[in-house]
């Protein structure tokens, strides 16, 4: 982690903000109150894409690890003891889902290695522009005694069809459902119900707000599938360095809501 969070680190320009359209004066305060106020989400700056890098993996990592340590020990060893699992990360933005992914699947092999051997991993983002800094991040954690291969897939969930070659066993999708209209909800459940088999596990991580709620209640209801879900607040479990943060102020708690479902 410290690799990913001082290469990006280095590559931010703190004084890109004064020839800057935005009006903030302050990178750190732009991609911060970008999610504070009632504005449209977007990651057409480069500078923003890697502080939000800085600011957010490692809670972001936290929070979607910890969605999926709710799944039940008999469908863990279920997917952990197929020798081929197929996961999905819809909204992969730079990678978040990916690494936490490795990070769970680190320690639930840890004492018995289990049957898999490889798993195929598919990124799905409609933002193109995370495709230069995701390639530094899906890897990070990944045991080295099993295959892996990566397909990225740039298609909008609430738009494009989606068609991955394969029946998904691991459904992870993190701080996408705020960022969708309640009203596209249903496409993206066909989307899902196209792609995923029979005894699948969805893990959805959010804003815990009552609108994104809705969405994700929503989408479990037309799934017919009954959630749990979790809002405790957790440390991120990284220690940045002290100029990093005092420069960054990154987010050291989560704060989101996660949820999971198993078909």
């Given at each position: 982690?410290?690799?990913?969070?001082?290469?990006?680190?280095?590559?931010?320009?703190?004084?890109?903000?004064s020839?800057?359209?935005?009006?903030?004066?302050?990178?750190?305060?732009?991609?911060?109150?970008?999610?504070?106020?009632?504005?449209?989400?977007?990651?057409?700056?480069?500078?923003?894409?890697?502080?939000?890098?800085?600011?957010?993996?490692?809670?972001?990592?936290?929070?979607?690890?910890?969605?999926?340590?709710?799944?039940?020990?008999?469908?863990?060893e279920?997917?952990?003891?197929?020798?081929?699992l197929?996961?999905?990360?819809?909204?992969?933005?730079?990678?978040?889902d990916?690494?936490?992914?490795?990070k769970?699947?680190?320690?639930?092999?840890?004492?018995e290695?289990?049957?898999?051997t490889?798993?195929?991993?598919?990124?799905?983002?409609r933002?193109?522009?995370?495709?230069?800094?995701?390639?530094?991040?899906?890897?990070?954690?990944?045991?080295?005694?099993i295959?892996?291969?990566?397909?990225?897939?740039?298609?909008?969930?609430?738009?494009?069809?989606?068609?991955?070659?394969?029946?998904?066993?691991?459904?992870?999708a993190?701080?996408?459902?705020?960022?969708?209209?309640?009203?596209?909800?249903?496409?993206?459940?066909?989307n899902?119900k196209?792609?995923?088999?029979?005894?699948?596990v969805?893990?959805?991580?959010?804003?815990?707000?009552?609108?994104v709620?809705?969405?994700?209640s929503?989408?479990?209801?037309?799934?017919?599938?009954?959630?749990?879900?979790?809002?405790s607040?957790?440390?991120?479990?990284?220690s940045?360095?002290?100029?990093?943060?005092?420069?960054?102020?990154?987010k050291?708690?989560?704060?989101?809501?996660?949820?999971?479902?198993?078909?």
């Amino acid at each position: 982690m410290d690799k990913i969070i001082n290469k990006f680190y280095s590559e931010v320009n703190f004084d890109l903000s004064s020839g800057c359209a935005s009006t903030k004066n302050d990178c750190v305060v732009c991609l911060r109150d970008n999610y504070f106020e009632a504005l449209e989400i977007d990651y057409d700056c480069e500078n923003k894409r890697k502080l939000y890098v800085v600011r957010y993996l490692p809670v972001h990592i936290k929070e979607v690890k910890s969605g999926l340590e709710l799944m039940s020990i008999s469908k863990r060893e279920e997917l952990l003891n197929k020798k081929t699992l197929n996961v999905i990360c819809l909204g992969g933005g730079p990678g978040t889902d990916n690494a936490a992914f490795n990070k769970w699947l680190v320690s639930n092999r840890l004492f018995e290695k289990k049957a898999v051997t490889k798993v195929n991993i598919v990124r799905v983002d409609r933002c193109e522009e995370w495709n230069n800094i995701s390639p530094y991040i899906i890897g990070h954690a990944f045991p080295d005694d099993i295959t892996v291969k990566y397909l990225k897939v740039n298609h909008d969930v609430t738009k494009h069809n989606l068609n991955v070659g394969g029946k998904i066993d691991l459904v992870i999708a993190s701080y996408l459902v705020s960022e969708i209209a309640l009203s596209d909800i249903p496409k993206v459940v066909e989307n899902l119900k196209n792609i995923i088999n029979d005894k699948a596990v969805i893990v959805i991580n959010d804003r815990n707000q009552p609108e994104v709620r809705e969405k994700i209640s929503k989408i479990f209801e037309l799934l017919d599938c009954t959630p749990i879900s979790n809002y405790s607040q957790l440390h991120c479990d990284y220690s940045f360095d002290p100029e990093i943060a005092s420069k960054t102020q990154p987010k050291f708690n989560t704060s989101s809501i996660r949820y999971l479902g198993e078909i």
